[in-house]
């Protein structure tokens, strides 16, 4: 006399589902109707629904957040639905308390709901009842619901299924493992350089794309929980898919998703402060929006963000640094590249493997060195400039050493240096003049003063702002004030600002590369080159998408 008979959660996965022998329409339209209608509009009132020919009964189980949904023929009365749906869910719930108890999609999709006996049974003695209408006989004990309800919750419930727990689990870790992504370090062997940098790598398990997909399904109650594409429900998604609601985006509605997001940006690294600034543009960029599916207020959100941070990370600029020296060279002038940045974040190691990848490609280099500060700041230069020379020795390059130093000692003006330098590398048709300096704290007023000039004096064609991966909220406070900084000490209209970032370190923290963000967007310039290790190999090129899909991951 059913039509058909569901239960899902409100989190949008269908638990179980019954359709009444010779009924062929699928009962997802005026299911989807039922939820569009009425339950995500809050108007439960009187708990029933018609759509076209079909009577629609539900009831919302708020403790173990399930609802309960009957169909059947308008044209029939059937007196005893209302009393059905309750012994069905009070049957439901008794018989999985364990499984509903444990709380989130993956316990659900990991517990299997063999309910159709029961059910079977619970209708045909529903049905029985309302035939015996009139002079009811009292049901014996035995016969009724109640002896059976408490017989089976005593024996379920002990234990549980242990069996079942023990998968659970297994999925569970087996859902971490897939979710885990890993950097992946570069060998310490030197290999050529020539070209373009290769971009930052990572390895990503093979389930990856089934968990993007995967949280496609997660709805609005559940925003926070995965759930595996192949769950043990298999087909019942195609189903669920249709189990969706339209409705315009709300600040409300996305508040949760939003909060959540944010944590996990900052969580990945990102500053606090930009964290909010993207969440809240986020925000504006969805609100009003409509939208499609009931099952998409966490994965719109997550979209719209994953965008935003893509956008972030592209480039504006094109960087060309290769291009950029010949056109330098044709010019008969040296390319200066100046690397600033607080102390011990890597610019001299990170000059070092920059100088080995521009020799790789037939370029000459003179490294200034202009950190007249820190002892050994000459000598650590000294020994690389040794060392690549060793790898392209000057008999391979016309008897001229390929890479050299230029440096006056201790003590001195930097940005004196730095002339003399560039004027040198000049007169001996060096390609490029890399300038070390020496490390500044952004509050050491004199010192960035100094930088200032250096850069205002030699007008370098790259300023490179060196910081490492590792900073959090550290690194907008670097790059505001170094910019601050080149702008109020520059003596001229147009102030030579941060063109572009090095990223060191970026071996160093897993999957918090959310520095990379917030450098990028406070200073609006791009990461031209990624620091991952202590050899000349490990420079590598920003690969956006995969920094982002490092930064989403759970
Ligand atoms: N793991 C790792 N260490 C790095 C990287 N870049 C630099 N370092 C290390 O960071 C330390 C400081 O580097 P240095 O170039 O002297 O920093 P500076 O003070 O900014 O010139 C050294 O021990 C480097 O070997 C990198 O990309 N990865
Ligand atoms: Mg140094």
């Known amino acids: 006399?059913?039509?058909?008979?569901?239960?899902?959660?409100?989190?949008?996965?269908?638990?179980?589902?019954?359709?009444?022998?010779?009924?062929?329409?699928?009962?997802?339209?005026?299911?989807?109707?039922?939820?569009?209608?009425?339950?995500?509009?809050?108007?439960?009132?009187?708990?029933?629904?018609?759509?076209?020919?079909?009577?629609?009964?539900?009831?919302?189980?708020?403790?173990?957040?399930?609802?309960?949904?009957?169909?059947?023929?308008?044209?029939?009365?059937?007196?005893?639905?209302?009393?059905?749906?309750?012994?069905?869910?009070?049957?439901?719930?008794?018989?999985?308390?364990?499984?509903?108890?444990?709380?989130?999609?993956?316990?659900?999709?990991?517990?299997?709901?063999?309910?159709?006996?029961?059910?079977?049974?619970?209708?045909?003695?529903?049905?029985?009842?309302?035939?015996?209408?009139?002079?009811?006989?009292?049901?014996?004990?035995?016969?009724?619901?109640?002896?059976?309800?408490?017989?089976?919750?005593?024996?379920?419930?002990?234990?549980?299924?242990?069996?079942?727990?023990?998968?659970?689990?297994?999925?569970?870790?087996?859902?971490?493992?897939?979710?885990?992504?890993?950097?992946?370090?570069?060998?310490?062997?030197?290999?050529s350089m020539k070209g373009d940098l290769l971009a930052v790598d990572y390895e990503s398990s093979e389930g990856e794309e089934e968990e993007e997909d995967a949280v496609e399904r997660v709805v609005v109650a559940d925003t926070s929980k995965k759930i595996p594409k192949k769950g043990a429900f298999g087909g019942m998604f195609g189903m669920l898919k249709g189990l969706v609601g339209s409705k315009s985006l709300s600040q409300e509605d996305m508040e949760p998703v939003l909060?959540?997001?944010?944590?996990?940006?900052?969580?990945?690294?990102?500053?606090?402060?930009?964290?909010?600034?993207?969440?809240d543009s986020v925000a504006k960029k969805l609100e009003g929006k409509v939208m499609g599916t009931f099952t998409t207020v966490a994965s719109t959100v997550k979209g719209a963000l994953q965008d935003s941070l893509v956008q972030i990370l592209q480039p504006k600029r094109r960087v060309d640094i290769l291009r950029d020296v010949l056109e330098a060279r044709s010019q008969r002038r040296p390319f200066v590249i100046t690397f600033c940045g607080v102390n011990g974040v890597g610019k001299s190691t990170n000059l070092a493997k920059i100088s080995f990848w521009l020799i790789e490609n037939g370029f000459t280099v003179l490294i200034a060195a202009c950190d007249t500060f820190r002892a050994g700041a000459v000598e650590q230069l000294r020994t690389h400039q040794r060392r690549l020379n060793s790898l392209h020795p000057p008999q391979d390059h016309g008897g001229r050493p390929i890479v050299q130093l230029y440096e006056k000692g201790y003590?001195?003006?930097?940005?004196?240096?730095?002339?003399?330098?560039?004027?040198?590398?000049?007169?001996?048709?060096?390609?490029?003049?890399?300038?070390?300096?020496?490390?500044?704290?952004q509050d050491n007023?004199?010192?960035?003063?100094?930088?200032?000039?250096?850069?205002a004096v030699n007008m370098p064609d790259l300023v490179l702002f060196v910081g490492e991966a590792l900073v959090g909220n550290e690194a907008v406070d670097q790059l505001v004030k170094f910019n601050q900084a080149l702008a109020d000490h520059s003596m001229s209209d147009k102030p030579r600002l941060i063109d572009g970032i090095v990223l060191t370190k970026f071996d160093t923290i897993d999957d918090k590369v959310g520095a990379a963000i917030s450098m990028t967007y406070i200073t609006g310039q791009p990461i031209v080159f990624v620091g991952t290790g202590q050899t000349y190999n490990d420079l590598r090129s920003l690969n956006a998408r995969a920094v982002v899909g490092a930064l989403m991951k759970a």
Request: charged share 25%.
């Open 1 to 191: 006399m059913l039509d058909f008979f569901t239960i899902f959660s409100k989190g949008g996965i269908v638990l179980w589902c019954f359709q009444g022998t010779g009924v062929t329409e699928s009962f997802t339209g005026p299911v989807n109707a039922l939820i569009r209608s009425v339950i995500l509009q809050e108007r439960s009132g009187n708990n029933s629904y018609s759509h076209d020919a079909l009577s629609l009964k539900y009831k919302l189980d708020n403790e173990f957040e399930l609802v309960f949904v009957v169909g059947f023929q308008k044209i029939l009365t059937l007196t005893y639905v209302d009393k059905f749906i309750d012994d069905v869910q009070l049957h439901f719930r008794d018989r999985y308390k364990n499984e509903l108890e444990q709380k989130g999609a993956l316990a659900l999709l990991n517990s299997h709901f063999a309910f159709e006996d029961d059910f079977k049974m619970l209708l045909r003695e529903a049905e029985e009842s309302s035939k015996a209408r009139g002079p009811t006989s009292m049901r014996s004990f035995n016969a009724s619901l109640k002896s059976q309800k408490t017989v089976k919750s005593m024996i379920e419930t002990k234990g549980g299924d242990k069996g079942k727990e023990q998968g659970g689990k297994k999925n569970k870790n087996e859902l971490h493992i897939l979710i885990k992504s890993c950097l992946v370090v570069q060998g310490m062997q030197l290999s």
């Open 259 to 279: 909060d959540k997001m944010r944590d996990h940006l900052i969580a990945k690294n990102v500053a606090a402060e930009i964290a909010s600034q993207l969440c």
């Open 411 to 441: 003590g001195k003006d930097a940005a004196g240096i730095a002339m003399e330098a560039i004027a040198y590398a000049r007169n001996q048709a060096f390609d490029v003049v890399l300038v070390d300096t020496a490390g500044r704290m």
């Open 445 to 455: 007023t004199p010192l960035m003063t100094a930088l200032a000039k250096l850069i």
